[in-house]
């Protein structure tokens, strides 16, 4: 070694407290599909506290009843389900559900939301030219604010919601697919000839 070289090592031990070196071993891990160490249940409080904080809506349920609820949305269960399992009444879930932006297909699949969110006229008014009740107008221009408060931040919540249970579900169902398939091609080609 020349002496610069040795001056360059010198303030290199000097600034590293006399490592010798500065790398840290790999560690072998095996793939995921979760992106988040947290569990679904950490993650799905976090996203509802954001959204309580920024919309500041109000509802008789609990941050837990409300995980409850999200889950219970994705996994197919109708207001009237949930609403049993909650203990509390079926107009309760509909308010919480949209107010996390879970909206469902069929919310109001019997009339244009945009025709309605966009028009003035009273719920009567416009109950008598849908032919629908004054309660299903209302239900109507819920569900249409609840989507524009959506798009409004980018679909962000629910695309949060989407992202912790049903790519949880995915993850369940190609993990169970990966241990099926592997045994499959482990037994392959056995005989299995067993008497009993």
Do not use: C, W
């Not at 919480?96 to 006229?121: C, F």
């Not at 299903?136 to 980018?154: F, G, H, T």
């Amino acid at each position: 070694m020349n002496e610069k070289t040795e001056e360059l090592r010198d303030i290199f031990t000097d600034v590293t407290d006399g490592e010798a070196t500065i790398t840290e071993s790999q560690e072998d891990t095996r793939g995921s599909l979760e992106k988040d160490d947290r569990s679904a249940e950490d993650r799905l409080e976090n996203v509802i506290a954001q959204m309580r904080e920024r919309y500041e809506f109000e509802t008789p349920l609990s941050d837990d009843q409300l995980i409850a609820l999200s889950k219970a949305f994705y996994d197919g269960e109708s207001d009237d389900a949930i609403a049993d399992d909650l203990g509390v009444d079926e107009e309760t879930v509909f308010d919480a559900r949209l107010s996390l932006h879970l909206v469902a297909e069929d919310d109001a699949d019997e009339v244009d939301l945009v025709a309605i969110r966009d028009r003035d006229e009273d719920d009567a008014t416009l109950a008598a030219e849908y032919d629908v009740s004054e309660t299903q107008i209302r239900r109507y221009r819920r569900v249409a604010a609840a989507k524009d408060e959506s798009r409004a931040a980018n679909d962000r919540y629910r695309d949060e919601f989407d992202s912790i249970l049903a790519d949880a579900d995915l993850t369940d169902r190609m993990a169970t697919d990966v241990r099926e398939d592997g045994l499959e091609d482990a037994t392959e080609g056995m005989e299995t000839n067993v008497d009993f």
